[in-house]
């Protein structure tokens, strides 16, 4: 069964701080590898895409690395903000099915001041 | 550019009716996917339209149905609620084949069934 697991489920940290998310899948074969935001009671916000060829990507002060043959990805977040409290979704793409998604379950990260 | 529009934002019914949820797509967009997020728990996918046609459905019973109109809006329908359906009802879209283009989403519907 293709699945995606995220950890930890939760996280606190102080602000400031960096932090490392982690994603380990079993989706096969996959296109792609998303990170998305989702702040409470919102959508998610996508913030990278790393296809199965690309090893690291950033967009501000959040990089997220794929490691395809141990199917695993992390989200780094640099220099921590209050802002960046929020649950952080790690996203597969399987070319099976009509390229269809698995999302994980999440981690919930709370920044505090 | 305007996002994904989702209506309406709140939607309180009892068990045993039936909801209506909508969804504008971003325009230039022709693929709409709706996904369930239940307090607490993760993203599940209900139904994938593109082009008007159902392309693909998740693990729901078919009580869970919906359709997209010509101008790619597209409309879930739940009929015979039940507790379990409160959730966040989550739409998005891409253009079509877009397979390595991010979903964008709304910011949902949350229906509550009482």
């Known amino acids: 069964k293709n699945q995606v697991e995220q950890s930890p489920q939760s996280l606190i940290i102080l602000e400031g701080k960096n932090c490392t998310l982690q994603c380990n899948y079993t989706v096969s074969p996959f296109s792609n590898l998303r990170w998305y935001k989702q702040d409470t009671g919102r959508g998610p916000v996508s913030l990278t895409i790393?296809?199965?060829?690309?090893n690291t990507k950033s967009n501000g002060r959040y990089t997220a690395t794929l490691d395809a043959d141990t199917k695993q990805s992390s989200l780094h977040i640099t220099a921590s903000q209050l802002s960046d409290s929020a649950s952080y979704i790690c996203?597969?793409?399987?070319?099976?099915?009509?390229?269809?998604?698995?999302f994980g379950g999440g981690t919930r990260l709370m920044v505090k001041p | 550019e305007a996002g994904v529009t989702q209506s309406p934002t709140h939607l309180i019914k009892t068990r045993g009716q039936q909801a209506t949820l909508r969804c504008s797509p971003i325009s230039g967009h022709t693929s709409v996917y709706w996904y369930q997020q239940a307090l607490g728990l993760g993203l599940q996918f209900l139904l994938w339209y593109d082009e008007g046609e159902e392309r693909n459905r998740g693990n729901f019973p078919p009580r869970f149905s919906g359709r997209q109109f010509p101008n790619y809006s597209s409309e879930l329908n739940v009929n015979a609620l039940e507790l379990e359906d409160s959730a966040l009802y989550l739409c998005?879209?891409?253009?079509?084949?877009?397979?390595?283009?991010?979903?964008?989403f709304g910011n949902g519907t949350r229906l509550t069934v009482t």
């Open positions: 996203v597969v793409t399987s070319p099976n099915a009509g390229n269809m998604l698995t």
């Open positions: 790393m296809t199965f060829s690309e």
């Open positions: 998005a879209s891409s253009p079509q084949g877009s397979y390595n283009s991010p979903l964008h």
